[in-house]
């Protein structure tokens, strides 16, 4: 069993949303490694980073990702910080994996001030510029490909996906 897709890329790119646009277009389920960690754990990311650590988080995360690319075959979404385990980057080999790339205004504006967000404590523009510089490297590294979300519609982005997915199934 594999996951029909799985979208990666920072918070605020539009992963849930889109997600949940393809698997209502697939008639698939669509699955959140991020909302598999709250069910489990029972209480928030927040939370977990807060009491736990962002070492605990990333752990937890890692097992999360594992089970559910060994266990779905719908749409799987990523938590943006996913891919920087070497771990999660070597099990996506082989699997549809897009990124949805977003840029710093686009992604301020989406996340706004953050406060569910762990990692976007303090300056909110500042620290996604820097988790954005960080990342992308590694979302385009896991990619079979990439699209564009500044300035579209989420259900512009899941069109341009499901096309490009039909066209090769």
């Known amino acids: 069993m594999s996951p029909r897709v799985v979208l990666v890329g920072p918070m605020g790119s539009g ?10 277009r ?5 699955r ?6 709250e ?16 070492d605990r988080f990333r752990e937890l995360e890692r097992a999360a990702v594992a089970a559910a ?9 990523l938590g943006g910080g996913a891919v920087l ?7 996506l080999a082989g699997h549809t994996v897009v990124f949805l790339r977003v840029g710093l205004s686009d992604a301020v504006k989406r996340v706004g001030l ?25 979302y385009e590294q896991v990619a079979t490909f990439s699209v564009d979300t500044d300035g579209r519609s989420p259900e512009d982005v ?7 997915l039909e066209g090769v199934a």
């Open 15 to 24: 992963k849930t949303t889109v997600g949940r646009l393809l698997a209502d």
């Open 26 to 30: 697939w008639g698939v389920a669509v």
């Open 32 to 37: 959140d490694t991020d909302e598999d960690i």
């Open 39 to 54: 069910r489990a754990e029972g209480r928030t990311i927040s939370e977990i980073f807060v009491d736990d650590g962002e």
């Open 69 to 77: 690319l060994d266990a779905h075959d719908g749409v799987l979404s």
């Open 85 to 91: 385990a070497d771990a999660t980057r070597e099990r």
């Open 114 to 138: 953050g406060t569910s967000r762990p990692l976007l404590l303090g300056n909110v523009r500042s620290r996604v510029k820097a988790l954005l510089d960080e990342r992308t490297p590694i």
């Open 158 to 164: 899941a069109e341009e996906i499901a096309v490009a």
